[in-house]
């Protein structure tokens, strides 16, 4: 039976819910631990002060683990990658393009426009960047990631019935 697509869109809408409020768990690692290793945190010293492609891409890696586990666990925990490895090796990949696109931004503001304060940081990187690499990630876990896989086909085969039943009685 086919899918109406009022259902297909509850489901996406369902899909879209749990990867943005898995994704908001993640945006907040990621920010708040970027910002804390570029620029400190009241009596935190910045560790990468000067640094902010590296601290954006540990804050990344963090909150990758923290977005893995909640996607394989709930948004998707109803799909198969076929094999965890499989399943692994892709959302790494997807997730290392998502980091490259969300450090462009930052590297146009800091680098080619010499834009190096903490809001520019901020506003480059964690809402544009951010912005650009969730719209990938969506399309690209639904697609390659946590596919969903199309439902066995289920096969029916009519039964030759006899025209005639057969006595006991005699």
Known sequence: MKESFSDRLRRLAV?????LTVGGL??????GLSNLLAYGFGPIPAL???SPIKSKII?????MIVVWMGNKLWT???????????G????????LAGMIITVIPLGVTWYLLDMRDQLTYNIST????????????????????FKDQAPDTEVVVPLEESSRVPDDRS
Do not use: H, P
């Open 126 to 145: 964690n809402v544009i960047g951010i912005g650009l690499a969730m719209i990938f990630r969506f399309y690209a876990y639904r697609t390659w990631v």
């Open 59 to 63: 804050s990344t890696i963090l909150s």
């Open 48 to 50: 990468l002060e000067g």
């Open 76 to 86: 998707y925990g109803d799909r198969t990658t076929n094999s965890n490895m499989r």
């Open 88 to 95: 692994i090796v892709l959302f790494i990949a997807v997730n």
């Open 26 to 31: 993640g945006y907040i690692v990621d920010v």
């Open 15 to 19: 899909e879209a819910f749990k990867f």
